[in-house]
């Protein structure tokens, strides 16, 4: 059995390619850590990095994400999963990995500071518990609708949790730029679920619900507010490091909005999945 994961690791180095990093989520892994890391040092551009946090954050994200690719895996229609997976041999060794870092993660949490291995504990119960149930929904439930909304949520709960609950001097600029977040992971994962409606017209999810005219302009309609709530922070603060960091995140909008009008030139490439991730990358600019 052993030798079944080494082989499995070895053979995954071996052919790793821009595909795996999609696949892997580790590009939303990187996003999520880089986000978090930015929206830490809000306003002033200091604090302290907490190794513990950011390796449970990085850890939760990769589980849910993978225990969603395995739960996926079963199902005839996605063919992404079964390219990556081919065989029962490979899924139960990817399994492995992921229960591994679940235990490597539960381990970490018990030594973060105060209240966070609670949040942390309870965001990777509701992500699992919410992603087992959306599994086992016929293909066709309006029910998936929920999945991004959730999804968003979620992820950013984890990415600005730390700050709010270990930050005793909470000030304005922690509140507006939290609102931004939100809508950026939001508008981020609609955009996933638009291309992912796109190449699957048979497919249940929020844009594929919403359709196509409504998602483009709900997309569209969030880089607008963005914009507007940037500006007006930009105008509000008197902190350096906060504007930078606004500037960045309306950039980041104005991408999903600019990918979106690239939609049919895009849609037939590779890694446009990793194109749209890595936009929660962008943050790494003001570190």
């Excluded at 986000?35 to 513990?52: E, V, Y």
């Excluded at 870092?101 to 970490?108: G, Q, Y």
């Excluded at 609708?145 to 922690?174: C, D, M, Y």
Aim: hydrophobic share 50%; charged share 15%.
């Amino acid at each position: 059995m052993k030798g079944n994961l080494l082989n499995f690791i070895i053979k995954t180095i071996k052919k790793f390619s821009l595909g795996h990093i999609h696949w892997l989520n580790l590009d939303l892994v990187a996003g999520a850590v880089i986000s978090q890391a930015a929206f830490s040092r809000l306003p002033i551009g200091k604090a302290s990095f907490n190794t513990k946090t950011s390796l449970v954050l990085a850890l939760g994200v990769f589980i849910i994400a993978s225990l969603n690719r395995l739960l996926d895996n079963r199902k005839p229609a996605k063919a992404e999963s079964k390219k990556f997976l081919s065989n029962q041999k490979e899924r139960i060794s990817f399994f492995k990995i992921t229960v591994g870092a679940l235990v490597v993660a539960c381990i970490t949490a018990f030594f973060l500071p105060g209240e966070m291995w609670k949040l942390a504990l309870f965001l990777m119960m509701t992500s699992a518990a919410g992603t087992f149930l959306f599994s086992k929904l016929p293909e066709r439930s309006p029910l998936h609708i929920l999945r991004e909304p959730l999804s968003a949520i979620i992820l950013t709960a984890a990415i600005i949790g730390n700050t709010f609950f270990q930050n005793q001097h909470l000030v304005k600029e922690h509140r507006y730029t939290g609102v931004i977040f939100i809508l950026i992971v939001i508008q981020n994962l609609l955009l996933s679920s638009y291309f992912t409606a796109m190449t699957s017209p048979n497919i249940s999810n929020l844009a594929a619900r919403s359709g196509s005219v409504l998602t483009r302009q709900i997309l569209h309609g969030i880089t607008l507010l963005v914009i507007v709530g940037c500006v007006i922070i930009c105008l509000k603060t008197e902190f350096r490091y906060t504007q930078r960091l606004i500037i960045i995140l309306l950039g980041m909008s104005a991408l999903h909005s600019l990918i979106l009008k690239k939609a049919k030139f895009l849609n037939s490439k590779k890694y446009k999945g990793l194109l749209i991730t890595l936009i929660l990358v962008l943050p790494f600019l003001v570190l």
